[in-house]
């Protein structure tokens, strides 16, 4: 059970209880993600603060939590109370779930530790069953652009190819986008994170598309550059470089090997083929529910491990002319990287003119 794990590390740490905030975390040991609902666990006991308005999802899809109803905007003070009972003195926080004026408040009345990283580290094994999901959704991620591939036309614009990806991806059965949508098209594919815009795609435009879903609560991300028409001949040549370092990197993949070990390997490929200045963000990150690790770039010191699962996805970017990025994601089994993504990965060319 996966609070088991969390209180044996509260055990170990001497820590007499986390609160937990964070969304991602709180649905990963089976509470709910609302935003009025704070999970507090100790070595024994997993408590939910929560009003009025989760009163019945917290009876009809949680179990196991001793449970507190609390007035809306007054949780700390029903909190703090609670932890005094239980003579709580030391308490560890997540980095990114409690608000700036809910810490100080905290530190006001206990001795507080922020832990960066022992709920990452303890999130990014993942079980036979997450590991299941997380491939449902790739898959499904690959029908979704099988699907879109036909509908993208000369004429059609950034914005329309967003809705349709958003359209697609919920009428499949996904939850919901892991994230907006990237669409960009012709020389705004030099941007990584260009989202959709009125611009209507041209013959000889690199479209850059990277999107995920939420399926079961776990996320998918892929990206896939595509071309309309005959490309020049330089985006021809990085998109084989970025393909070569994309698939290099993920061979490389294994157990044993840190995330600086693996980004190098694409980023060798890139900056030998002159490129390196323009591959200007990380080779990847950890794939789950959202916030996940490891990451890939050129400073992570993590250790990859049996189980973890992480995005690949090198890019190039040439400002005026246009980008390349793909990505898959990558699961270690049996001691090798296993890429989850089965859509081609070599240079798709369509398009009719839009009517």
């Keep these: 059970m996966r609070i088991k794990k969390l209180q044996q590390l509260l055990k170990e740490s001497g820590k007499d209880a986390i609160i937990i905030k964070n969304r991602e975390n709180k649905k990963y040991f089976g509470s709910l993600g609302g935003s009025g609902i704070y999970l507090v666990v100790t070595p024994s006991s997993q408590v939910q603060?929560?009003?009025?308005?989760?009163?019945?999802?917290?009876?009809?899809?949680?179990?196991?939590?001793?449970?507190?109803?609390?007035?809306?905007?007054?949780?700390?003070?029903?909190?703090?109370?609670?932890?005094?009972?239980?003579?709580?003195?030391?308490?560890?926080?997540?980095?990114?779930?409690?608000?700036?004026?809910e810490y100080c408040q905290f530190s006001e009345g206990y001795k507080v530790e922020i832990w960066s990283s022992q709920i990452q580290e303890l999130r990014a094994i993942k079980s036979a069953e997450e590991i299941q999901l997380i491939r449902n959704a790739c898959l499904m991620t690959d029908e979704i652009f099988a699907e879109l591939l036909p509908e993208i036309k000369v004429g059609m614009c950034e914005n329309e190819l967003g809705a349709l990806i958003h359209y697609l991806s919920l009428k499949k059965g996904a939850a919901a986008m892991a994230f907006d949508p990237i669409v960009a098209s012709g020389p705004r594919s030099a941007l990584p994170h260009g989202r959709p815009t009125r611009r209507a795609f041209e013959t000889g435009d690199f479209i850059?598309?990277?999107?995920?879903?939420?399926?079961?609560?776990?996320?998918?991300?892929?990206?896939?550059?595509?071309?309309?028409?005959?490309?020049?001949?330089?985006?021809?040549?990085?998109?084989?470089?970025?393909?070569?370092?994309?698939?290099?990197?993920?061979?490389?993949?294994?157990?044993?090997?840190?995330?600086?070990?693996?980004?190098?390997?694409?980023?060798?490929?890139?900056?030998?083929?002159?490129?390196?200045?323009?591959?200007?963000?990380?080779?990847?990150?950890?794939?789950?529910?959202?916030?996940?690790?490891?990451?890939?770039?050129?400073?992570?010191?993590?250790?990859?491990?049996?189980?973890?699962?992480?995005?690949?996805?090198?890019?190039?970017?040439?400002?005026?002319?246009?980008?390349?990025?793909?990505?898959?994601?990558?699961?270690?089994?049996?001691?090798?990287?296993?890429?989850?993504?089965?859509?081609?990965?070599?240079?798709?060319?369509?398009?009719?003119?839009?009517?």
């Design 49 to 101: 603060f929560f009003d009025g308005r989760y009163r019945q999802e917290i009876k009809d899809l949680t179990e196991g939590f001793e449970n507190f109803e609390v007035p809306q905007g007054s949780y700390l003070p029903k909190m703090f109370s609670w932890l005094n009972q239980q003579n709580i003195k030391n308490l560890a926080i997540e980095p990114n779930g409690l608000s700036i004026q």
């Design 208 to 355: 850059t598309i990277d999107f995920g879903i939420v399926l079961d609560d776990y996320q998918s991300d892929m990206t896939r550059t595509i071309t309309l028409g005959e490309p020049s001949q330089e985006l021809k040549t990085i998109y084989q470089v970025v393909k070569e370092a994309q698939q290099a990197a993920a061979d490389f993949i294994r157990a044993g090997v840190t995330g600086q070990e693996v980004d190098a390997v694409a980023r060798k490929i890139i900056t030998e083929a002159g490129y390196g200045e323009y591959f200007s963000h990380g080779l990847g990150h950890g794939i789950g529910m959202g916030g996940d690790v490891p990451i890939l770039n050129p400073k992570s010191q993590m250790i990859l491990k049996e189980n973890m699962v992480m995005s690949v996805e090198p890019g190039i970017y040439l400002p005026g002319l246009g980008g390349v990025r793909i990505e898959d994601d990558v699961v270690i089994q049996n001691g090798i990287g296993v890429a989850l993504n089965q859509t081609t990965k070599d240079l798709v060319s369509i398009g009719e003119c839009y009517v």
